[in-house]
């Protein structure tokens, strides 16, 4: 419940304590609802304000006569709200006590001890002595004991059992300080938590919680969407993602890809064909438009589709209309379309390869997914993913990757994506048979040389694709053999790049190189 062993820490707290001591030379101490004492006055090197309490607690049997004392007003205090003044197990010799309650709940409690009253007459001290010599003290210490013994005057009494109670409300409230920070920090965590995944996609970096956000708020839409991503990113997942959390969530969700097929094929595949309409076509068959109405159909490679299939992808998305091969009378539907693709879209249309007029009805909502060497963070927590998936699968016990397999994997810029990567797991679970520590040996050999050879900066530089992506991957191989060559310094590698710092920590933030702290 409370936390007793920061309460000692807190200023406050500490402060109130001197106070007490150094007016009233009386200490103060606190237990919790069991009476076990939680200040250090049980300790051998505690400082004693109060000369009593010090020859008590050196005494034989001191922190036994203290304990009961304790074990006796925990007992009242639980029933309490009221400050006590309790006599202690030596006579005249008193203390007061103050309950500490969070919720109205019992959790412990501040005493203030030891003093006798200013009514006390020299017999009683006397007694008192006498009590205490019997006790074991010699009698040299029990008198100065009693000499030095504060007596409370009444204006004073009502001071002390004023600052107890003020004692254990800075308790209270500190406490429920503590527990709404707790509760802060609970709730900021869980919503950082769920960041990290989204359907069934997995990822915590930056660029993948945009998307998540993105996908989050299109979530009641039932616009078009055309995925964008280099092979092996996440394209289909997204679509997924969007259907399931659509409200077309309990109908259809079905993914037909576009370049599996010639023309005439995708066309009976997507609108269906009626018999003898072609050779081959012996009966009545639904097209995919058809099983998935209601639902979502997703269109994998649309850029690999030709100019005619685009004109009827066109009419059904614009007057929900469709004719099926060899069919005189068109048929209506109504599905979703979400729609996928890794080639450049306006470039194509550029060069009248896509229709313009299909472009704008799909791309009503563009999500635009970034390959995984823009976002390193999402390396590490994909390979858990991915090995704790393979390890259940294979009902093998939960291996872990090496350091220094963990840093090749994060060094490789992945050209085959997160696809590639799943993959790269998949081979080291098998490769790595019993063993628990997945080591660097068993990576594939363009993992392990990457970066590995005399010129880095030229080695694995595709020769094919766009230019702009070969110019990429030749910035972020110098820029990460840089940083590794000057020491992580960033001053220096500008000027060895002749670019601005600012630029080069700009580059440094897109491509996520400056991740290696994270692999350790
Ligand atoms: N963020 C992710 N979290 C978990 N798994 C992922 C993630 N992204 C991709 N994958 C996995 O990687 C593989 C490839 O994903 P997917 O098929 O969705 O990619 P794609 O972009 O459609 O690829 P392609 O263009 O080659 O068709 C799948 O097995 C998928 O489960
Ligand atoms: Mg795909």
Redesign the pocket.
């Given at each position: 419940m409370i936390n007793w062993q920061d309460m000692g820490k807190l200023h406050v707290i500490s402060k109130l304590e001197g106070i007490l001591g150094k007016w009233f030379d009386v200490e103060m101490f606190y237990t919790d609802a069991h009476g076990k004492l939680w200040s250090d006055h049980a300790s051998k090197t505690y400082s004693f304000k109060s000369h009593f309490m010090k020859v008590q607690m050196q005494s034989a049997y001191g922190h036994d006569f203290l304990a009961e004392d304790i074990e006796k007003m925990v007992e009242k205090m639980a029933s309490t709200n009221e400050v006590v003044v309790y006599e202690s197990f030596f006579k005249h010799v008193k203390g007061v006590a103050f309950p500490v309650k969070v919720d109205g709940e019992f959790a412990g409690a501040v005493f203030v001890y030891p003093f006798v009253l200013d009514t006390a007459t020299s017999a009683d001290v006397e007694m008192l002595k006498a009590q205490m010599i019997e006790c074991g003290t010699t009698p040299a210490d029990a008198a100065v004991a009693c000499e030095k013994i504060k007596k409370m005057w009444p204006r004073e009494l009502e001071y002390v059992k004023e600052l107890t109670s003020l004692v254990a409300e800075e308790m209270v409230s500190f406490h429920d300080e503590i527990t709404k920070r707790e509760d802060q920090i609970q709730a900021l965590s869980s919503e950082v938590g769920e960041k990290y995944r989204y359907h069934?996609?997995?990822?915590k970096s930056k660029k993948?919680q945009a998307i998540y956000s993105l996908l989050e708020k299109i979530s009641n839409s039932e616009s078009s969407v055309l995925?964008n991503?280099?092979?092996?990113?996440?394209?289909?997942?997204?679509?997924k993602a969007i259907h399931f959390y659509s409200p077309r969530k309990d109908k259809m969700f079905l993914a037909v890809n576009c370049s599996a097929f010639n023309d005439n094929l995708l066309d009976s595949e997507l609108f269906g064909h009626v018999k003898g309409s072609f050779t081959g076509a012996v009966k009545d068959k639904k097209g995919l438009f058809e099983t998935a109405n209601g639902g979502t159909l997703f269109l994998?490679?649309i850029g690999d589709t030709t100019l005619s299939m685009q004109v009827k992808l066109l009419r059904v998305l614009q007057e929900g209309t469709y004719l099926p091969v060899g069919a005189t009378a068109p048929k209506k539907v109504d599905v979703r379309i979400v729609a996928?693709t890794?080639k450049n879209l306006k470039e194509m249309m550029a060069k009248g390869e896509f229709r313009e007029d299909l472009y704008y009805r799909i791309n009503v909502i563009n999500v635009a997914?970034p390959p995984l060497r823009e976002r390193h963070d999402?390396i590490p927590v994909?390979m858990d993913?991915?090995l704790k998936k393979r390890c259940d699968e294979a009902g093998k016990a939960l291996k872990t990757f090496a350091k220094k397999c963990m840093e090749k994997m994060l060094d490789y810029p992945w050209p085959g994506?997160?696809?590639e990567?799943?993959n790269e797991v998949e081979r080291l679970v098998v490769l790595a048979g019993d063993e628990k520590m997945i080591g660097p040996e068993n990576l594939s050999p363009r993992i392990i040389d990457w970066g590995a050879s005399a010129e880095p900066a030229f080695k694995g530089v595709n020769t094919e694709g766009t230019l702009r992506d070969a110019l990429e991957q030749l910035e972020i191989m110098m820029i990460r053999e840089g940083l590794k060559r000057c020491n992580f310094n960033k001053s220096k590698l500008a000027k060895e790049l002749d670019i601005s710092r600012a630029s080069l920590i700009m580059k440094v933030e897109k491509y996520g190189l400056d991740k290696r702290a994270k692999a350790a």
């Open positions: 069934a996609m997995i990822g993948m995925i991503g280099e092979n092996g990113t996440g394209k289909e997942l997204v679509a994998d490679e996928a890794n997914l999402d994909l993913y991915f994506n997160v696809r990567l799943e």
